[in-house]
Structures are given as structure tokens and as C-alpha cells.
T-cell receptor, first 110, second 114 residues
């Protein structure tokens, strides 16, 4: 059974600092990885996708993938209070749909 | 551009009843997936449909069923509701059913079973 593990937090980061969110996955054959942001009471919002080893940057967000270590991370630079949310790591299993971790609750302290 | 839409937003049902949830994907997207999210957990995969065919099914009982229509909209049906079916039901659309395609979620339907 495919598993995705995340530290549930809460992870508390001062405003303006870098928030680092981590995720590990069990299926070595996985090819597609996604980060979603979910505000309380809302649905998940896609913020990053990554398919190849290395870094992918989009604005203040950087996703990092290491397939050998089965590890995905998300860095948020210059963290803002509006970044406070639950961040969900997901791995796409094709016909098996997305497998999600439980999410990391991030709190940005003003 | 309109995103994924779902109806209804909220629903309260009694144990043993049946419920139908609806989803319209982003224009041009041909694949719809359904997920169940309970409080404190990540979404769990229920079904994936592409071109009106079921492409994948998660570990849910036969009380759960779905279908996709020619216009790519979809319905999720749940029979004989149990208290444990109370959750946020999410629909996600993607261009295609392949594993590399990004999935975009609708606002969800909050189902409460009493």
C-alpha cells in the first residue's frame, strides 16, 4: 500500500523566515509529486508540481525532489501570515489517484 | 475561467439514506476524480473517471458509486449512509487520466450524516 508521510506539526515560523516542509513516500516507482495548500474549511489548492530530481522554483515557493531518498520538500521564502495553512504532499499513482499525507499545519508568527 | 464546481455545498442526511453529489470539471478537462476527506486527514481517493469510463477505484465499499456524463460532469452516489460517511467530499478535474496530470479541486461538499 502506497504511503506518504508528513510531520503533522504545528510548524511555527517567524514572518519573513524560510518555512521548510518535508514529505517521504513509500512507492519507489512514483513519478509525479504535488504540494497543495489547504486553508481551514476550504478545499486543497495546487501550489507546486514536480516530476524530476532537483529543485523547481515558482515565486516564493521551491519544491525539491530526491527520488533516490524518496523525499520531497517545499520551501517557502519570506513567509507571510497568509501562508498559515495546512500543506498537503501528494503522490500521483495514475489510476490509483493521488495519495496524500496527513498534512503539515504551518503557522507564520507576525 | 470557471474552476471546478460542486453541488450542493452542504448536505445533512440521516443514516440509511442515499445521497448524490455533483461535479462539473474545468472546461477542457476530461478526467474527474472523487476524494473523501475527514477532519485531520488528507483526502482519500474514491474514484477516477475518464471519457465516461471508470479508470480507478480506491478502497471504499460498494455503497459508493459514480458515473461520468458525455459533458464530462460527474456524480458520486452513496447508498445506505453511515455516520462514518460524514466528511468533505472533493471532486478534482484534470486534462487527462495519466499520473503526470495536475488535479484541481472544487470547493467540496460537506456531508453530515446524523
Amino acid at each position: 500500500q502506497k504511503e506518504v508521510e508528513q510531520n503533522s506539526g504545528p510548524l511555527s515560523v517567524p514572518e519573513g523566515a524560510i518555512a521548510s516542509l518535508n514529505c517521504t513516500y513509500s512507492d519507489r516507482g512514483s513519478q509525479s509529486f504535488f504540494w497543495y495548500r489547504q486553508y481551514s474549511g476550504k478545499s486543497p489548492e495546487l501550489i507546486m508540481s514536480i516530476y524530476s530530481n532537483g529543485d523547481k522554483e515558482d515565486g516564493r515557493f521551491t519544491a525539491q525532489l530526491n527520488k533516490a531518498s524518496q523525499y520531497v520538500s517545499l520551501l517557502i521564502r519570506d513567509s507571510q501570515p497568509s501562508d498559515s495553512a495546512t500543506y498537503l504532499c501528494a503522490v500521483n499513482g495514475g489510476a490509483d489517484g493521488l495519495t496524500f499525507g496527513k498534512g503539515t499545519h504551518l503557522i507564520i508568527q507576525p | 475561467d470557471a474552476g471546478v464546481t460542486q453541488s450542493p455545498t452542504h448536505l445533512i442526511k440521516t443514516r440509511g439514506q442515499h445521497v448524490t453529489l455533483r461535479c462539473s470539471p474545468i472546461s477542457g478537462h476530461k478526467s474527474v476524480s472523487w476524494y473523501q476527506q475527514v477532519l485531520g486527514q488528507g483526502p482519500q481517493f474514491i474514484f477516477q473517471y475518464y471519457e465516461k469510463e471508470e479508470r480507478g477505484r480506491g478502497n471504499f465499499p460498494d455503497r459508493f458509486s459514480a458515473r461520468q456524463f458525455p459533458n464530462y460532469s460527474s456524480e458520486l452516489n452513496v447508498n445506505a449512509l453511515l455516520l462514518g460517511d460524514s466528511a468533505l467530499y472533493l471532486c478534482a478535474s484534470s486534462l487527462d487520466a495519466g499520473g503526470s496530470y495536475e488535479q484541481y479541486f472544487g470547493p467540496g461538499t460537506r456531508l453530515t450524516v446524523t
